[in-house]
């Protein structure tokens, strides 16, 4: 079993940054690849974008390409969520997933962590 939480989500202005954390218990995530997903209210769950266990390619959505980057630190067992240039339309509940082939579909993750709240205001 592998327990994931999240932290890091808050309010913040657009045009803002926030560095989401995604930290790993129970077991490590290496060979698990990690993708992120992202829920608003009214909407369904959206892929943000994922990393590979090797932590050498990581792929974003269209809409977040060049604002976010994902890392991670095999050390700390810990992936991060790096958000720049932040929309008011980036509001959402930030969750991320483990899962043995990382790619957009949330049906291909076997473990997810609780979500944490992003606001982004105009």
């Known amino acids: 079993q592998v327990q994931l939480v999240e932290s890091g989500g808050r309010s913040v202005q657009a045009g803002g940054s926030l560095r989401l954390s995604c930290a790993a218990a129970?077991?490590?995530?290496?060979?698990?690849?990690v993708g992120w997903f992202r829920q608003a209210p009214g909407k369904e769950r959206e892929f943000v974008g994922g990393?590979?266990?090797?932590?050498?390619?990581?792929f974003y959505a269209d809409s977040v390409k060049g604002r976010f980057t994902i890392s991670r630190d095999s050390a700390k067992n810990t992936v991060y969520l790096q958000m720049n240039s932040l929309k008011p339309e980036d509001t959402a509940v930030y969750y991320c997933?483990?899962?043995?082939?990382?790619?957009?579909?949330?049906?291909?993750?076997?473990?997810w962590g609780q979500g944490t709240q992003v606001t982004v205001s105009s």
């Open positions: 990393i590979s266990w090797t932590g050498g390619s990581a």
């Open positions: 997933a483990a899962a043995e082939r990382v790619g957009p579909y949330s049906n291909w993750y076997d473990y």
């Open positions: 129970g077991r490590t995530l290496e060979s698990y690849g």
